[in-house]
């Protein structure tokens, strides 16, 4: 897409001004915010420079080439062919950086696996769900740590909650949200009958630099020992915490060893939860008027399915199936989560040539 000179001078003229009132204010408040828009604004100024000087040499190229000059005009030629070629990269470029974006794209986030229909074996898919999420989140940098979890009968979880550390965590999980459904035998079935299970995911983003008032008279905390796996790893007091927020019957647990740290835990995860609520509001308004918006928010919509007797995984929403079962339960995720943000790119640049009229 071609964006349009106006659209460029408005970003240059917005960067200059924040730089020069940078140097003029004295009010650390505003220090700070002109601080941070200047930080946002500086690489789509130094993208949008790239594509101003590259569109100011090719008149000046095909000058030297209407000279015909025998040993200039060649050379003006090809370097006017390799910069037409490399414009459009550079504009698109800049369209992404100035497309809507996700505010929260560099957020951590709260990872929830639960199991869905099919018994012992939407908990058994749930845990290797979960497993996968924390695999692929180690070739990332990122850390998990666990904030709930309820294990299942016969092995996985009925409910694994999670929080994952590290920057853009949210970026790239946040298309994972929905229900996952797997395609297998069972290590129970003695017949080799394939069944169907499946597990809901939702991926929240940490509320930050976000004000969530929570008031007290809006929650109930009640305390209770929790459930482990036996022995050693069984509460023997009732430290585990659980947060009622009445008015949207939102309900987080925590079940860690210190009571102290399960309360801040679980208060966290309610303002995410709150915070998410606000988000999917924004992003159905967004995908009733792009039906095809990949993050649509839609938690109960079947996003992707696991199937194990052909070793593939199909993502309904973009229709991509690839054919690496093992290694992507293993963590190699890459494929998918870039094809979905590449999708994702796609819609926010439509957006943009929508503003743009």
């Known amino acids: 897409m071609r964006l349009p000179q106006q659209k460029l001078d408005q970003v240059l003229d917005r960067f200059k001004m924040i730089e020069a009132r940078m140097g003029a204010v004295t009010d650390g408040a505003e220090i700070v915010k002109l601080s941070k828009e200047h930080a946002e604004l500086k690489p789509v100024a130094e993208a949008v420079e790239r594509v101003l000087k590259a569109r100011a040499q090719v008149p000046e190229l095909e000058e030297l080439m209407a000279l015909k000059d025998p040993e200039l005009s060649p050379l003006a030629e090809e370097e006017l062919q390799e910069l037409k070629a490399s414009l459009p990269e550079l504009e698109r470029g800049v369209a992404l950086l100035l497309a809507p974006k996700d505010k929260d794209e560099n957020?951590?986030?709260?990872?929830?696996?639960?199991?869905?229909?099919?018994?012992?074996?939407?908990?058994?898919?749930?845990?290797?769900?979960?497993?996968?999420?924390?695999?692929?989140?180690?070739?990332?940098?990122?850390?998990?740590?666990?904030?709930?979890?309820?294990?299942?009968?016969?092995?996985?979880?009925?409910?694994?909650?999670?929080?994952?550390?590290?920057?853009?965590?949210?970026?790239?999980?946040?298309?994972?949200?929905?229900?996952?459904?797997?395609?297998?035998?069972?290590?129970?079935?003695?017949?080799?009958?394939?069944?169907?299970?499946?597990?809901?995911?939702a991926v929240l983003p940490e509320a930050q630099d976000v004000e969530i008032e929570i008031?007290?008279?809006?929650?109930?905390?009640?305390?209770?020992?929790?459930?482990?796996?036996?022995?050693?790893?069984?509460?023997?007091?009732?430290?585990?915490?659980?947060?009622?927020?009445?008015?949207?019957?939102?309900?987080?647990?925590?079940?860690?060893?210190?009571?102290?740290?399960?309360?801040?835990?679980?208060?966290?995860?309610?303002?995410?939860?709150?915070y998410d609520q606000q988000r999917q509001a924004l992003d159905t308004a967004r995908s009733d008027a792009r039906k095809s918006q990949v993050g649509s928010g839609d938690r109960s919509e079947r996003i992707r399915t696991y199937n194990y007797p052909q070793g593939r995984i199909t993502d309904h929403r973009i229709n991509l199936t690839i054919y690496n079962l093992p290694q992507f339960m293993e963590g190699e995720m890459d494929a998918m989560i870039n094809a979905l943000i590449a999708e994702d790119q796609a819609e926010r640049l439509a957006m943009l040539e929508d503003e743009m009229g």
């Open 107 to 201: 957020a951590s986030a709260i990872l929830e696996v639960r199991a869905g229909t099919g018994g012992d074996e939407a908990a058994i898919f749930a845990g290797d769900l979960f497993r996968m999420y924390s695999r692929y989140a180690v070739t990332q940098g990122w850390r998990v740590e666990i904030d709930s979890i309820s294990e299942g009968d016969a092995g996985g979880y009925k409910e694994i909650i999670a929080s994952v550390t590290g920057d853009g965590v949210f970026g790239k999980m946040k298309f994972e949200s929905g229900v996952h459904r797997v395609q297998r035998v069972p290590a129970t079935e003695t017949q080799g009958r394939i069944h169907t299970s499946a597990a809901t995911v």
């Open 215 to 274: 008031l007290d008279k809006d929650i109930r905390i009640d305390t209770y020992r929790a459930s482990g796996s036996g022995g050693q790893h069984v509460n023997k007091t009732d430290s585990a915490v659980r947060i009622t927020h009445m008015p949207s019957g939102i309900v987080v647990t925590s079940s860690e060893k210190s009571q102290h740290m399960n309360r801040a835990i679980a208060m966290r995860n309610l303002k995410a939860r709150l």
